[in-house]
């Protein structure tokens, strides 16, 4: 089901939210991502992506966490107190730890933004035939 980034709008302008919590593989991909990051930065709520499944779902949302601005907006800002933060299962998760040839791992509290062409991650081509249905 595909949420429409009009929808958050009516949550986020009725107060009924504090942290929005897209998923871009539902509400639209990055450009609905954005559109909802700037109607919730206009009243003041925080917003991380819903990042919870596979590796490339959590590529996407690597992606989507490095465009948002530090917040409070401040001249001298206190790391990792306003930085945006990412949701991040480290439990065993064969769709997310076998179907990339990269990993992802926690360090220091940060995982890195991949940063080769496109998501930045090569999907396993046998992981994906283990998973397809036949």
């Known amino acids: ?15 009924c939210v504090d942290i929005a ?14 559109d909802i990051r700037t109607l919730a930065s206009a009243y003041g ?10 590796g490339i779902a959590l590529a996407a949302g690597l992606h989507a966490v490095a465009t948002i601005p530090l917040t409070p907006h401040t001249a001298n ?11 991040f299962d480290r439990k065993h998760n064969p769709m997310r730890d ?3 040839e990269e990993t992802f791992t ?8 991949p940063d080769k ?3 930045g991650v090569t999907v ?4 994906l035939k283990r998973f397809s249905a036949s």
Do not use: K, Y
């Not at 709520?45 to 596979?54: A, D, E, K, M």
């Not at 396993?124 to 992981?127: N, V």
């Open 1 to 15: 089901m595909r949420i429409h980034p009009l929808r958050f709008r009516d949550l986020i302008a009725g107060g």
């Open 21 to 34: 919590q897209p998923d871009l593989a539902v509400c639209g991909g990055f450009t609905a991502f954005c």
């Open 45 to 54: 709520v925080r917003i991380l992506p819903h990042v919870w499944g596979s």
């Open 77 to 87: 800002p206190v790391p990792l107190l306003n930085e945006p933060v990412l949701e």
């Open 98 to 100: 076998e179907l990339l």
């Open 106 to 113: 926690l360090t220091n509290g940060r995982v890195a933004v």
């Open 117 to 119: 062409p496109g998501l």
């Open 124 to 127: 396993r081509d046998d992981t």
